[in-house]
């Protein structure tokens, strides 16, 4: 099976402009989870999506924002950006959810100027 | 309550030694425990996850001990080689309720020859 796919892998943004980032989970796999790695803050929980209903929602502002479609594949989307937004976003699939096994793509890398 | 607390930071190990990671938790209603393995560059991998009906659990060079009362679970990698040189991370989450995975705040392991 293929594992999770990330597009794209690297992103350049300046402040104040929105980014949509994109996740395709492994076959099967209705549950998508997204996280932020930072090396201030470590890995956080942003939200999670399951059969395309936002189940859980972490500590973040309403500029970060998230879909999911019927083929389970999942977008995030931030506004506004800030410097501090830089980070390492990471995507996770699993069958049932979080108390289950999930296994995490390769990130998308954001630099915001 | 949410969170996950690891030590060491950081930590050398000769080559062929064990290396032991620590977490410790502080919310009961926590019941699937996992350990992932980063690469720089990479996605966390999950190496091995345990619930709290056992107390271990190996998969081959990797065994997770868990201590229920102490709310402590700790991951030992045997024979540690330098390919085992990477950041570990803890992690916790539930079945129900509020899913998504709480993790520590990483230890980097380094195996030196």
């Known amino acids: 099976k293929a594992g999770v796919t990330q597009t794209p892998r690297y992103l350049i943004k300046t402040r104040g402009q929105q980014v949509t980032l994109s996740c395709s989970p492994i076959s099967g796999h209705r549950s998508v989870s997204w996280y932020q790695q930072t090396p201030g803050q470590g890995l956080q929980f942003l939200f999670e999506?399951?059969?395309?209903?936002?189940?859980n929602k972490g500590n973040f502002p309403g500029r970060f924002s998230g879909r999911q479609f019927s083929n389970s594949r999942s977008e995030m989307n931030v506004s506004t950006l800030e410097l501090g937004d830089s980070a390492l976003y990471l995507c996770?699939?699993?069958?049932?959810?979080?108390?289950?096994?999930?296994?995490f793509g390769p990130g998308t890398r954001l630099t915001v100027t | 309550q949410q969170q996950v607390k690891q030590s060491p930071q950081s930590l050398i190990v000769q080559k062929g030694g064990i290396s032991i990671i620590n977490c410790a938790y502080e919310?009961?209603?926590?019941?699937?425990f996992p350990w992932y393995q980063q690469f720089p560059g990479k996605g966390p991998a999950l190496l091995i996850a345990i619930r709290p009906d056992v107390s271990e659990k190996k998969e081959g060079r990797f065994t997770i001990s868990f201590n229920k009362s102490a709310k402590q679970f700790s991951l030992h990698i045997m024979d540690s080689q330098p390919g085992d040189s990477a950041t570990y991370f803890c992690?916790?989450?539930?079945?129900?309720?509020?899913?998504?995975?709480?993790f520590g705040t990483g230890t980097r392991l380094t195996i030196i020859p």
């Open positions: 992690a916790a989450s539930m079945k129900f309720g509020n899913e998504k995975l709480t």
């Open positions: 999506y399951f059969s395309e209903t936002q189940r």
């Open positions: 996770a699939s699993s069958l049932r959810g979080a108390g289950y096994e999930q296994y």
């Open positions: 919310n009961t209603a926590f019941d699937y």
